[in-house]
Nanobody, 123 residues
Framework: QVQLQESGPGLVKPSQTLSLTCTVS??????????WNWIRQPPGKGLEWMGAMYYSGSLYYSPSLKSRTSISRDTSKNQFTLQLISVTPEDTAVYYC???????????????WGQGTQVTVSS
């Protein structure tokens, strides 16, 4: 059973970089033909897919966030990370890491989700 846990600061100042880590247990991020994703939900809005890393290391980003988003991984720790640069209050959201074998456009079908972590962008 794959388990995911997000971690990172809950408060980020405008114009700074938001950095979150997803720690994975019960499965390896470098095997299993899985996509490892970041998804967020701003207050009062729906879920928004941000990007993904395939088990092979291939990267996929939302076109609307691509210029500000970077996903990387630390295979020794079985973790993958999200960096979002130049944040504004509109980036305030609950951030989730998720995983599944389906291509990223089918993310609503993913079975494995972290509990989510609230990130607030405010001075």
């Amino acid at each position: 059973q794959v388990q995911l846990q997000e971690s990172g600061p809950g408060l980020v100042k405008p114009s700074q970089t938001l950095s979150l880590t997803c720690t994975v247990s019960g499965g390896s991020i470098t095997s299993g033909y899985y996509y490892w994703n970041w998804i967020r939900q701003p207050p009062g809005k729906g879920l928004e897919w941000m990007g993904a890393m395939y088990y092979s290391g291939s990267l996929y980003y939302s076109p609307s966030l691509k210029s500000r988003t970077s996903i990387s991984r630390d295979t020794s720790k079985n973790q993958f990370t999200l960096q979002l640069i130049s944040v504004t209050p509109e980036d305030t959201a609950v951030y989730y890491c998720t995983a599944g074998p389906e291509i990223p456009s089918r993310w609503p079908e993913y079975n494995y989700w972290g509990q989510g972590t609230q990130v607030t962008v405010s001075s």
